[in-house]
T-cell receptor, first 110, second 115 residues
Framework: RKEVEQDPGPFNVPEGATVAFNCTYS??????FFWYRQDCRKEPKLLMS???SGNEDGRFTAQLNRASQYISLLIRDSKLSDSATYLC???????????FGKGTMLLVSP | EAGVTQSPTHLIKTRGQQATLRCSPI?????VYWYQQALGLGLQFLLW???????NRGNFPPRFSGRQFPNYSSELNVNALELEDSALYLC??????????????FGPGTRLTVL
């Protein structure tokens, strides 16, 4: 299994739709996880952190399944402004460095 | 609060030349991370500096090097540039948090083009 694996997409959804992305990871020792959002030709920005079973912030919900080693990101009521690439990020041992997935592209259309 | 800054925004070099990229972390952050984002390859970890020392490096050749200054700003040097070094180079700063995890905050990046 690759260190961090994501479906590259793109996921094309209409405004108002609910969309979910999955990310699988290989390091079973990882305790915390992150979702970053990256707009085209911009830097990644931290979207959510996931520590225990999950985290919710408004329309965004991140869930963690340690047994299956995957993290999911659910976006409800999609907005045009949600169009971006979503990066799944897994800390390495000691949390000194992060391993980034290649990202999942989301395109929200009117 | 000022975020992570990087300079220059764009850099054009020819093969064989050297490139120097600069990064200033968020005030109070002691760690600086460098990443390379080449087209289609995702972010690849390059180097990590903390308190002036190189703490870890990714799977890159020695011609990628850098340093961190006493004010925690950092420099990335790429010697003997090759065409495949063309990429967006991102700097991130971070500080350890009590919950035993890091958050990294990214600068806008330097887009290096090697001709």
């Amino acid at each position: 299994r690759k260190e961090v694996e994501q479906d590259p997409g793109p996921f094309n959804v209409p405004e108002g739709a609910t969309v979910a992305f999955n990310c699988t990871y290989s390091n079973s020792a990882s305790q915390s996880f992150f979702w970053y959002r990256q707009d085209c030709r911009k830097e990644p920005k931290l979207l959510m952190s996931v520590y225990s079973s999950g985290n919710e912030d408004g329309r965004f919900t991140a869930q963690l399944n340690r047994a299956s080693q995957y993290i999911s990101l659910l976006i409800r009521d999609s907005k045009l402004s949600d169009s971006a690439t979503y990066l799944c990020v897994v800390p390495n041992s000691g949390y000194s460095t992060l391993t980034f997935g290649k990202g999942t592209m989301l395109l929200v259309s009117p | 609060e000022a975020g992570v800054t990087q300079s220059p925004t764009h850099l054009i070099k020819t093969r064989g030349q050297q490139a120097t990229l600069r990064c200033s972390p968020i005030s109070g952050h002691t760690s600086v991370y460098w990443y390379q984002q080449a087209l289609g390859l995702g972010l690849q970890f390059l180097l990590w500096y903390d308190e002036g020392e190189e703490r870890n490096r990714g799977n890159f050749p020695p011609r990628f090097s850098g340093r961190q200054f006493p004010n925690y700003s950092s420099e990335l040097n790429v010697n003997a540039l090759e065409l495949e070094d063309s990429a967006l180079y991102l700097c991130a700063s971070g500080a350890p948090l009590p919950q035993d995890y890091y958050e990294q905050f990214f600068g806008p990046g330097t887009r290096l083009t090697v001709l």
